[in-house]
């Protein structure tokens, strides 16, 4: 099988959520394992009392959507760097075949300044699907 790992970016998004069922549905396809992460934008050490609130709301929304999932499956916070390198250095240490995450995020970057999407789809070593808060799954 080609996948056997996806990395799913996820931000609380509807975008997010939209990804993460994408990602449950390939992987209940292909038999993959799922490693979905979250990162903490503006905390400055992995430390979990860096975490914010929102953030334990994000982890507890994706978890919501995981345990539709049963296979095996991990999620993971991250911190003290930018989105789109945590993004790139997971999938290449996780060995990860695809990426999955929404076009936009709840930052709602500008298109002039560069978005997350944007950079992993240009830098990233493996397959990145985009997916929009219109798509049905």
Known sequence: MWCKRILVA???SAAADLSLRRAIALADTCGAEIMAI???VGAPSAELSDFYDQDLDIE???LTIL???RGRQKFMMIAGMSPSYA???QAEKTESDIIIMGSRGLTGIKEYLGSVSH??????KVPVMIVKEQCAV
């Open 10 to 12: 996820y931000d609380g």
């Open 60 to 62: 507890t929304n994706a």
């Open 119 to 124: 950079a992993v789809v240009q830098h990233a």
């Open 38 to 40: 979250h990162v903490v």
């Open 87 to 89: 993004i790139l250095e």
């Open 67 to 69: 345990n539709n999932f």
